[in-house]
């Protein structure tokens, strides 16, 4: 299960924050959080926002992105 929300780091910059609650076994929800994270920081692409940073606490961890606004973006080009 997880959510995402909208947040600013110290510098101002303008971040994605995905909020992961893992219900599976404690040493089976680390194995998933490291693989996602792996496959997630290998990945480069145009259309992808990158990934930013990480954190990992008990029974939940945080993923943080760039942020972009690609819907309501009027200079975005599709």
């Given at each position: ?24 076994r404690a040493r089976q929800?680390?194995d998933d ?46």
């Amino acid at each position: 299960m997880s959510s995402v929300f909208i947040g600013s780091r110290l510098e101002g910059r303008i971040v994605a924050v995905k909020r992961l609650f893992f219900k599976t076994r404690a040493r089976q929800w680390v194995d998933d959080f490291f693989t996602e994270l792996n496959l997630i920081s290998g990945i480069e692409h145009k259309n992808l926002v990158r990934l930013l940073g990480c954190s990992i606490e008990g029974p939940e961890s945080l993923l943080v992105y760039e942020f972009h606004l690609f819907a309501s973006d009027p200079s975005h080009k599709s």
